[in-house]
């Protein structure tokens, strides 16, 4: 079992940046791979970034490539999502996740993470004026 606990949302400015992690607990947490997913209500949840556990190796959904950056630090538990020049369609929920075996999928530029077993609650960002 893991737990996982995202904070360091918040309201922020066009073109400006916020790093919310996500905290996790449990056994060999630190062996999953992370994800980092958004939701607006009434809108379909969205994969932003993952994270792999071994090599760390990354991906990004195009809306975000070269805005966002994901990174974990297993000594803490902690996977953070760096996030740059924001925008306001980048305003929703922000959850992380974790699953032991994930695949990914491209389509025109969305990214869809399957295999994620345990969800945080996820961690609210709003940029505005």
């Known amino acids: 079992q893991v737990q996982l606990v995202e904070s360091g949302g918040g309201l922020v400015q066009p073109g400006g940046s916020l790093r919310p992690s996500c905290a996790a607990s449990g056994s060999t947490s630190d062996g999953y791979t992370i994800g980092w997913f958004r939701q607006v209500p009434g809108k379909e949840r969205e994969g932003v970034s993952r994270?792999?556990?071994?090599?760390?190796?990354?991906h990004y959904a195009d809306s975000v490539k070269g805005r966002f950056t994901i990174s974990r630090d297993n000594a803490k538990n902690t996977v953070y999502l760096q996030m740059n020049s924001l925008k306001p369609e980048d305003t929703a929920i922000y959850y992380c996740?974790?699953?032991?075996?994930?695949?990914?999928?491209?389509?025109?530029?969305?990214?869809?993470?399957?295999?994620?077993?345990?969800w945080g609650k996820g961690t609210l960002v709003t940029v505005s004026s």
């Open positions: 996740a974790a699953g032991e075996s994930t695949t990914i999928q491209y389509l025109a530029g969305a990214l869809f993470i399957y295999g994620m077993d345990y």
């Open positions: 994270i792999r556990s071994n090599y760390g190796g990354t």
